[in-house]
């Protein structure tokens, strides 16, 4: 298991208490093509056309404009991923085959639409709260 920190560079745009805003320079942690990579780059780069911005933990104490190196715990990426686009797509399929059971195509349909939306509406609200180990939550570990 791998056991070091995937990290990023960032620059602090702006600071709310313990935290900071920050611009990510390249998106994703540029790990795309080695072993364990999500391909995270990519993705960015094909549908975020303006800047990337993050809020993080700012333990360090860095002030606006300073370039930063932002850390993440290793494994956490993987875990975000597929909470994100596993969980929807398997609560969408248990949906449509439970209304599939009520009989017809068009129960399918609507227990699979419920599904889909029950799960982003549960992902939408997981990630807005403060649920999850803090030492797993993005945060400024140097100035770069």
Same mark, same amino acid.
Do not use: W
């Given at each position: 298991?791998?056991?070091?920190?995937?990290?990023?560079?960032?620059?602090?745009?702006?600071?709310?208490?313990?935290?900071?805003?920050?611009?990510?320079?390249?998106?994703?942690?540029?790990?795309?093509?080695?072993? #364990?990579?999500?391909? &995270?780059?990519? =993705?960015?780069? /094909?549908?975020? *056309? @303006?800047?990337?911005?993050?809020?993080?933990?700012?333990?360090?104490?860095?002030?606006?404009?300073?370039?930063?190196?932002?850390?993440?715990?290793?494994?956490?990426?993987?875990?975000?991923?597929?909470?994100?686009?596993?969980?929807?797509?398997?609560?969408?399929?248990?949906?449509?085959?439970? #209304?599939?059971?009520? &009989?017809?195509? =068009?129960?399918? /349909?609507?227990? *699979? @639409?419920?599904?889909?939306?029950?799960?982003?509406?549960?992902?939408?609200?997981?990630?807005?709260?403060?649920?999850?180990?803090?030492?797993?939550?993005?945060?400024?570990?140097?100035?770069?």
């Amino acid at each position: 298991m791998n056991t070091e920190q995937t990290t990023v560079r960032a620059i602090v745009r702006s600071l709310e208490g313990s935290s900071a805003h920050v611009e990510v320079e390249h998106g994703g942690c540029g790990r795309c093509h080695e072993k #364990g990579g999500c391909g &995270g780059q990519q =993705l960015t780069q /094909m549908f975020c *056309a @303006g800047p990337k911005t993050f809020h993080v933990e700012n333990d360090i104490g860095a002030d606006v404009g300073d370039r930063v190196v932002i850390a993440i715990a290793p494994g956490s990426v993987s875990r975000i991923a597929n909470f994100a686009y596993i969980f929807p797509l398997t609560v969408t399929i248990v949906g449509g085959v439970l #209304g599939a059971s009520f &009989g017809g195509d =068009l129960n399918a /349909m609507i227990g *699979a @639409g419920i599904g889909l939306c029950a799960s982003f509406l549960y992902v939408i609200i997981r990630s807005h709260s403060n649920i999850g180990n803090l030492s797993e939550r993005p945060h400024i570990i140097s100035r770069s």
